[in-house]
């Protein structure tokens, strides 16, 4: 059994800083790809931030320049830095990554329960 976890979400005013945290536990071999997610009201969930097992990373035009993603593989944690934060990037954020639980399974694809993230004055 594996689990995502988020934290770090909160309200915070435009321009202002946040850090996303999300700690994989349980069965883990290894760790693939792992990313950010997020939803807003009466959209659909959308890619953020993406990297790999290499540490190449990719983001959505929207946050570069202001986004950066990273992980701590000894930790199974993988952040995301938002800085310069504006009302448009109000949404629930999403953890996902790709977990190999034994040496002789297929990853699989998991994901985190969400965590909020409010801009606003």
């Known amino acids: 059994q594996v689990q995502l976890e988020e934290s770090g979400g909160g309200l915070v005013q435009p321009g202002g800083s946040l850090r996303l945290s999300c700690v994989a536990s349980?069965?883990?071999?290894?760790?693939?790809?792992m990313a950010w997610y997020r939803q807003a009201p009466g959209k659909q969930r959308e890619l953020v931030a993406r990297?790999?097992?290499?540490?190449?990373?990719s983001y959505t035009d929207s946050v570069k320049g202001r986004f950066t993603i990273s992980r701590d593989n000894a930790k199974n944690t993988v952040y995301l830095r938002m800085n310069s934060l504006k009302p448009e990037d109000t949404a629930v954020y999403f953890c996902?990554?790709?977990?190999?639980?034994?040496?002789?399974?297929?990853?699989?694809?998991?994901w985190g329960q969400g965590t909020q993230v409010t801009v606003s004055s």
């Open positions: 996902n990554a790709d977990i190999v639980s034994t040496w002789y399974n297929p990853s699989v694809n998991h």
């Open positions: 349980g069965s883990i071999f290894r760790i693939n790809a």
């Open positions: 990297i790999t097992s290499g540490d190449s990373t």
